[in-house]
């Protein structure tokens, strides 16, 4: 059985750090593209962050390019996401899933869900205003 688990969310001041986990069981994440995305109830999903399976190549999107960094441990088989100098607006609901695409356009860096794959049940990261 696939499961993929987050952790690491909580209520953090602005200016704060937090470090979110994807823990994977059932798959190797070293296969797999993997994003993180954030939700805000009644917004669109937002792709943060991806990082590729085959080669390590990652991806992040503008609004939290040099403040949020994605990287993975092959012996944990656990894909990270510090993320540093937290905004109120980076509140929401942050999901990892497996086989986000993810690429670079003229307008900047894409990270898109997965149109088959699997998500976390995700972690709520909390930044007051």
């Known amino acids: 059985q696939v499961q993929l688990v987050e952790s690491g969310g909580g209520l953090v001041q602005p200016g704060g750090s937090l470090r979110l986990s994807c823990v994977a069981s059932?798959?190797?994440?070293?296969?797999?593209?993997i994003g993180w995305f954030r939700q805000v109830p009644g917004k669109e999903r937002e792709g943060v962050s991806c990082?590729?399976?085959?080669?390590?190549?990652?991806y992040t999107v503008d609004s939290v390019k040099g403040r949020f960094t994605i990287s993975r441990d092959t012996d944990k088989n656990t894909v990270y996401l510090q993320m540093n100098s937290l905004k109120p607006e980076d509140t929401g609901v942050y999901y990892c899933?497996?086989?986000?695409?993810?690429?670079?356009?003229?307008?900047?860096?894409?990270?898109?869900?997965?149109?088959?794959?699997?998500w976390g049940q995700g972690t709520q990261v909390t930044v007051p205003s």
């Open positions: 990082i590729s399976g085959s080669d390590g190549v990652t």
């Open positions: 059932g798959i190797n994440l070293d296969y797999y593209q």
């Open positions: 899933a497996t086989n986000s695409d993810c690429y670079v356009t003229a307008l900047g860096t894409v990270v898109a869900p997965p149109k088959a794959g699997y």
